[in-house]
């Protein structure tokens, strides 16, 4: 049972899981706001309130490239992990 503990660092592998975790939930939470404010950008557009599907769209755009920054950050991590 020691051999395995050494072998295995138990505490950076739950830290990893949790990290994983809760990325994975944050970004796609934040995934379905740049959808719904892409959505709701073009039902209001349609309707005519311009400035409401403007700030939408706004929205939609700051949420993916919070998805684009969170992914890239995920990339950078993996490979230069050593």
């Known amino acids: 049972m020691i051999a395995i503990a050494t072998i295995v660092d138990t505490t ?13 939930i944050v970004v796609t939470l934040v995934f379905s706001v740049a959808i719904l404010g892409a959505v709701r950008s073009l039902d209001y ?12 769209g706004a929205l939609a755009v700051l949420a993916l490239l919070a998805v684009g920054t969170a992914v890239t950050i995920g990339i950078i991590v993996m490979t230069n992990k050593s």
Not at 12 to 24: C, D, H, K, N, P
Not at 45 to 52: I, N, P, Q, T
Request: no cysteine; glycine share 12%.
């Open 45 to 56: 557009g349609r309707e005519g309130r311009s400035v409401v599907a403007a700030a939408l």
């Open 12 to 24: 950076a592998l739950l830290r990893s899981v949790i990290a994983a975790l809760a990325s994975g």
